[in-house]
Structures are given as structure tokens and as C-alpha cells.
């Protein structure tokens, strides 16, 4: 176990780093091959970039469509990075990931279901076809800090943990961003020319929409997120918040439709300001957008019938609910 | 099964009606006597000043403690009916409540178990120990309706759900105040001499703090909605809201507290503006009022770790969440 090193934004100079880490890729799969598992988050897409930048070809990216991701985003990404030279397979994996996810509902262990699908049941078979021996993965510095801290195990800390990926998985992870937290990613993803949409893309969590989901995660109650928090993400796409999101409550409440009584779901908003996700307030809407919100969620998404705006800080909240 | 007419405010006469309602009650119970269920709710409230005005000592008022009051209540309660005159006995029966509630989630199950342990378990027994053949009780026009309509079960409609009280618990209910709605008999109340803290008392559920407990509804589970209830009236006092409330979700959701992850408990806090109650929206509370309740209620309830605020309106909510 390395001890990692921090290179902190004074420090960054990020033509110098992208060359570094260019040569170091090099290096470490020598005349061999990669793959990365890119999600479209900045860190895995950057990562893709200085794969594609080191072993051009020799690169093979895939983005796993695990079923929990928001509206439109797998065909999004791949296209983007069409656009930029770099060819994405798009594996479709929703069943496996369903599968593994079926009667959870504590957060951790569906954390588990889904690193391990991702790594045992999807991305283990995908390696060994590819013949591959290593997996260029977007871990940052914050992931790592989190995980030791117990705050929130994050889907990619594995080595930190003492898993030794190549004698589990068969195969050797490398992380080219590890020593850099987010605005130090954003700098270099920049640099390396990614479209703003990516560079400057918010937070959104490894187990993406599963995430957002309170209790168990099937795919009617994943769709009832994703359909909210497309409400949410276009209602406040021109603030200029942190992060948004819409989180699926298990927990049912009262509502009354044309004169009748329906138990229904509840959809809970959070908005966040903050600048490094250490600490955060919600975002002072103003009360038009509230119930532009309230009322678009109750009336596009079916089933929903009660909204909240979550008003604590972090600490002691957290961005995400679960 | 009596068909009621309702009394609008338009063609209530309070002086009259109580005068009618003195003398229907006293012609009701004859030369018996009668108890009541005061739960210091207005319409209990009225009641019980209206059997006293009817029946004078004959009538015995009770205090059912079923633990699920706010912080105060019973004592409050006690000691503002001693100042008009009337003596209440307070019922310690916190152990049959809890014990009824014990294991149940479905708020259903929970409004039926409520029913049941007041009216077998506690009130049956009282009754039959006083003599009473007749229960006064304040049903009022509104519950009657949403009852029939399968909106809301009220746990004080039998008669209309075809339930023979004489039979079924052996007394027969006299329900003075059933053909008017809230407004007209608030306005009964004042006239009636009824301090104002309790003829405009905002409305509190039948079930009490267990309807603002989502999921299993037990003594720690209350202290938690208790206190965030209390800080929610308090800090909301001045607003002139119809209606401000603390429901405890079964959700967890993550917290960070001393720099450690900590899977707590969530609040949802509801304020309403209404009329009537029919519909409502919730009130455009300032920020710095919202930041003052999550700090609050994060800091002095134990294990709360995070705070909305309901911003979708009625319909499709509903005022209180089971």
C-alpha cells in the first residue's frame, strides 16, 4: 500500500501533469492493453482522455449502462466522445445490476452489490476477453480521504482498503488522477480539450441514481428518480448551485387525487452551495422555483404526491442522502 | 343510520344552538350521567363545556395520557378546564397505547389500533366503572365527510361506518357538534367562554403525535417527534399559518457529525396556508426562519442528522403525512 500525495492547485501545472501521467500510463502497460470504464463523471472521463492521449489505440473505453443512470446520459457520452476521436463500447448491463440490487435496501450493501457486479460480473469477463491487464480507473484524492475516514465508502477505493485488485479481479488498476481532488481534474480535463459540459460537469455519485433511492432499487422505482431529477436538473440548470438532485423515499405519505385518498411517494430536493463539498448550505430558491418544482414533480412524475426541499447544512447532513 | 345536515356558518346562531344543544343532551341522558374523551382540541373542547353546561357534576371528563401528546399537553389541559370549572380526570394509559402500537407500520393499522385501545381498552372499562350510558364526542361535519369519502379515516366516526356503539362498546355517543364544520365550532367556543388558546387552537390530529411518526410508532420514536415538534411551534408561533407540523420519517438518511458518518434520522417539517383545510400551499416561510428550524432541530433532537421543508400543495398532499 503506497502512500499517496496530495498535489494541490498551487502546485498543478496541468500540461506538465498530463505529460507525466501520459508517460507513466506508457510505462506501466508497456507494449500491452487498457481498458477504463468510462461513467461521463469528470474523473473517469479525464482518466479516458490521458488513456486515449498515452495509448491511443491500445485503449479500449466502455461505458457500462448499469441501468441507474439519468435520462439519455449513456447515448450522451458516447457520443461526446465520438466527437472527440475516442470509441466507447456501450455494454448494456441493466439486468446484472438489477439483478445483483434486488431485495437491498441497506445503503452500504447495495454500495457492495454494485462494486461487485460492476467489477466481478461485468467488467471481470469484459477484461479477460479484452486481454487486457490493466484498468485505468478515476479515483481521487477526496475518494481516498473519505473512505479512510469511514465517511463514505466510495465505490472505487479498493487498493486503500487492501484489496489487491490484480490477485481479486485479475487485473492491475491504475489511477492517473489519484493525487488530485475535483477542481484539480477540472483543470486538466480542460487542458486536454473535453467539452465544458464534461470538464465542468456537478458531482454525481458512483452509484448514480441508486443513490437517490431510499430502500430497495428496481427499475420502476429508478424511473420515478430519473424522471424527477430531470425535472429537477432543468428547473435549476441556470442556477448557479453546486449540485442538485432528487432522492425516491421509501417511506409512503398521503396524498388525495380527484377526491380520492393515495398513498404516494414522496420525492425530497436538495440544492446545494458549497465550493468543495466539505461543507455546504442549501440554496436559497426562490419560492416560485419551490413550487415550479412541487408541482411539476407531482404532476409529471406518476405516483408522487408530496415534494420537500431539504433546509439542513452539511455537517451534519451530506450532500447525498444515502 | 341518521342522515346529517350540516349548519353553515351563515345560518349558525351560537347562543341558540347551544341552547338547542343543551337541552337535546340533557333530554338525551335523562337522569343518567355521561363522560367525555377531552383531548383539548377544540372540538372536544366544546363539548365537554357543553355536556358541563347540560349535565354540570353528572358529567365526568377524561384525559386519556396515551403517550403520543405534545410536550405539556395533558398537564396544559387539565389545569385550563379546573379555571372554567370542570374537573378532568387524567388517565395514565401511555403503557396500553404503546403496547397496541407495538410493531405497526401501516398507518391504517396504527389510526385502527388507536381506536380500538381508547374505546375497548381504556374508555370501555372507564365507562362502565362510572355508570355512563352515554359518551359525548366531537365529531364534526368535516370528519364525517371525509370519512364516506375515503379520504381519511377519522377515528371518531362509528356510526357512519355502520358501527353500533351500544353494541359494540356498550354506551350510546351523543355528537353535539356533528352538524357544523371547524370555523362554526370555534366560533360555538368562544361564545361558550372558552379561553382563545383553545377555541383557535390550530388542528391536531385525532391520532396525535402518531400520525407524525412514519413507520413503527414507539416511545423513543415519539420523544423524537415530540421535541421537533415543539421547536416547530415554538420557532413558528408568530407566522400566522394554518397549520405547522414535525413528521419523523422511518427513512434513514446519512449524516456526518465529529467528522464520523452517521446514519440518522430525518424530520420534515410542514407550515400551511389554508382556510379551510380542503386545500392549502405551504407558507413562503423566510430563510433565515427555515435555516433557524434545521439548526435547531439538528442540534437538540438526538440522532436527526437532516431537515426538509413540504413545498408541494394540497391537493395532491395532504395537511398532515399518514
Known amino acids: 500500500m503506497m502512500e499517496i500525495r496530495e498535489i494541490t492547485l498551487k502546485k498543478l501545472d496541468p500540461q506538465a501533469f498530463i505529460m507525466v501521467q501520459v508517460?507513466?500510463?506508457?510505462?506501466?502497460?508497456?507494449?500491452?492493453?487498457?481498458v477504463v470504464a468510462l461513467s461521463g463523471g469528470v474523473d473517469s472521463s479525464v482518466v479516458t482522455m490521458l488513456g486515449h492521449r498515452a495509448l491511443g489505440?491500445?485503449?479500449?473505453?466502455?461505458?457500462i449502462e448499469n441501468g441507474?443512470?439519468?435520462?439519455?446520459?449513456?447515448?450522451?457520452?458516447?457520443?461526446?466522445?465520438?466527437?472527440?476521436?475516442?470509441?466507447?463500447?456501450?455494454?448494456?448491463?441493466?439486468?446484472?445490476?438489477?439483478?445483483?440490487?434486488?431485495?437491498?435496501a441497506d445503503p452500504e450493501a447495495k454500495r457492495n452489490a454494485i462494486t461487485h457486479t460492476f467489477y466481478k460480473t461485468v467488467f471481470g469477463p469484459l477484461v479477460?476477453?479484452?486481454?487486457?491487464?490493466?484498468?485505468?480507473?478515476?479515483?481521487?484524492?477526496?475518494?481516498?480521504?473519505?473512505?479512510?475516514?469511514?465517511?463514505?465508502?466510495?465505490?472505487?477505493?479498493l487498493a486503500q482498503l487492501g484489496i489487491d485488485t490484480k490477485k481479486a479481479y485479475g487485473y492491475q488498476v491504475l489511477e492517473p488522477v489519484?493525487?488530485?481532488?475535483?477542481?484539480?481534474?477540472?483543470?486538466?480535463?480542460?487542458?486536454?480539450?473535453?467539452?465544458?459540459?464534461?470538464?465542468?460537469?456537478?458531482?454525481?455519485?458512483?452509484?448514480?441514481?441508486?443513490?437517490?433511492?431510499?430502500?430497495?432499487?428496481?427499475?420502476?422505482r429508478v424511473e420515478i428518480v430519473r424522471a424527477a431529477t430531470q425535472?429537477?436538473?432543468?428547473?435549476l440548470a441556470k442556477t448557479r448551485a453546486f449540485q442538485c438532485l432528487a432522492i425516491l423515499h421509501e417511506d409512503r405519505v398521503t396524498g388525495i387525487r380527484k377526491g380520492k385518498r393515495e398513498f404516494g411517494h414522496q420525492i425530497e430536493v436538495r440544492c446545494w452551495d458549497s465550493t468543495d463539498a466539505v461543507t455546504g448550505t442549501p440554496t436559497r430558491l426562490p419560492w416560485p422555483t419551490l413550487q415550479t418544482l412541487a408541482k411539476r414533480i407531482t404532476t409529471e412524475v406518476e405516483g408522487v404526491v408530496s415534494v420537500t426541499y431539504n433546509i439542513a447544512s452539511k455537517p451534519p447532513s451530506t450532500i447525498e442522502a444515502v
Do not use: W
Request: glycine content about 10%; aromatic content about 6%; some cysteine.
Open 57 to 63: 489505440p491500445r485503449l479500449t473505453a466502455y461505458f
Open 68 to 104: 441507474i443512470m439519468r435520462a439519455g446520459e449513456p447515448q450522451a457520452i458516447v457520443a461526446a466522445f465520438k466527437r472527440l476521436g475516442v470509441r466507447v463500447e456501450l455494454v448494456d448491463a441493466k439486468a446484472q445490476f438489477f439483478r445483483a440490487l434486488k431485495g437491498i
Open 23 to 34: 508517460e507513466c500510463l506508457r510505462a506501466a502497460v508497456g507494449g500491452g492493453t487498457a
Open 128 to 157: 479477460k476477453k479484452s486481454g487486457a491487464k490493466h484498468l485505468l480507473q478515476g479515483t481521487i484524492y477526496t475518494d481516498v480521504e473519505e473512505t479512510l475516514a469511514g465517511i463514505k465508502r466510495q465505490h472505487n477505493v
Open 231 to 235: 425535472i429537477v436538473e432543468s428547473v
Open 178 to 220: 489519484i493525487e488530485l481532488r475535483k477542481t484539480g481534474v477540472r483543470m486538466v480535463g480542460k487542458t486536454l480539450g473535453l467539452p465544458r459540459a464534461i470538464y465542468q460537469r456537478p458531482p454525481f455519485p458512483g452509484p448514480a441514481l441508486a443513490a437517490r433511492v431510499i430502500g430497495e432499487v428496481t427499475p420502476a
